[in-house]
């Protein structure tokens, strides 16, 4: 009997020793335990070591205080203008109150899923088709704010919600197709069309600067011409004044010579004939003779008589 309640005894002391080392718990980072004690909600341990008072206290909930991404599949909506589509979405969201989580709601999940679909169905009803697919933005936003306040007694904080994929029924994507190829020819025809318009602006520009151009050139071309023609001129007339000058100059110089000379009246008188009879061999049909020279013309006539006799 004594043995026996030594054995009981060791027994009991080793359940106690490996309650007690079973009792410390390590917290890792990021994560967060909601402990009870006798089913109540005791505390919430953070990242280290902690001790569990065996068979009074556990851990209720492991909670990750990281980024949480939840894929939900795709709903069934109606936009305003009636067309149904299915749109799936993507929710980021982080636990920031392990013990409002825990006790919160039942099933977070499903009630942020559900929360998500409804709220989706709200925001896409005001809206139609085309709005629908061109404002993921503003559908975003809104789905963001509701959801966060909804979720704010759950120690949820939803940090962004994304519309993953949109998909309108088939027809409508066929005509959403032969839409887009449309508007895409329109597009190309417009670009086409301004392309050869602004080639003809160029043909038409360079032309006109080759037509200036060549007016350029023959405005002076024929301002040299007339510079050469003008300085032909003036060189020509130039050299005829230098001819005027020598004559001139020569005939003063003969008349001095003459001057300095002092000829008779006889060899003045002879010289005056010799010039008439020069003027005479010429075109003229009358000359007239000075009174002067009349009487050595006479003198001058008779002795060629006497002279043939």
Do not use: C
Not at 141 to 168: C, F, Y
Not at 190 to 211: F, M, P, R
Not at 249 to 277: C, Q, R
Request: aromatic share 4%; proline share 4%.
């Amino acid at each position: 009997m004594d043995k026996f309640i030594e054995i009981l005894i060791i027994a009991l002391g080793a359940l106690i020793v490996i309650a007690f080392i079973r009792g410390f718990k390590i917290v890792p980072q990021a994560k967060a335990y909601v402990v009870e004690r006798l089913g109540a909600y005791k505390t919430t341990w953070s990242t280290g070591v902690h001790f569990v008072v065996p068979f009074i206290d556990k851990v209720a909930n492991k909670i990750s205080l990281k980024e949480n991404v939840v894929d939900f599949p795709p709903q069934p909506v109606i936009t305003k203008d009636n067309v149904t589509m299915q749109i799936d979405t993507v929710v980021f969201f982080r636990i920031v109150d392990p013990k409002m989580f825990t006790y919160g709601v039942e099933k977070p999940m499903m009630a942020i899923e559900n929360l998500t679909a409804t709220t989706l169905r709200n925001i896409i009803g005001d809206l139609e088709l085309d709005a629908t697919l061109t404002s993921r933005d503003v559908i975003n936003s809104k789905i963001t704010h509701v959801l966060d306040e909804a979720t704010d007694p759950w120690g949820i904080k939803i940090n962004r919600v994304e519309l993953k994929n949109i998909m309108p029924p088939k027809e409508i994507q066929d005509s959403m197709e032969k839409q887009m190829k449309a508007e895409r020819e329109r597009r190309e025809k417009i670009l086409q069309a301004e392309g050869e318009k602004k080639s003809a602006i160029l043909v038409a520009e360079g032309e006109k600067q080759s037509a200036i151009l060549r007016a350029e050139a023959e405005k002076e071309s024929a301002i040299l011409r007339a510079a050469a023609v003008k300085e032909a001129k003036i060189l020509e007339a130039e050299g005829e004044a230098e001819a005027i000058k020598k004559v001139q100059e020569a005939t003063a110089k003969g008349i001095e010579m003459i001057n300095e000379a002092k000829p008779s009246d006889g060899v003045i008188k002879l010289k005056a004939l010799e010039a008439f009879e020069k003027a005479a061999d010429g075109q003229a049909t009358k000359i007239i003779v000075p009174s002067e020279i009349q009487g050595l013309a006479g003198l001058v006539t008779g002795i060629a008589e006497t002279a043939k006799k």
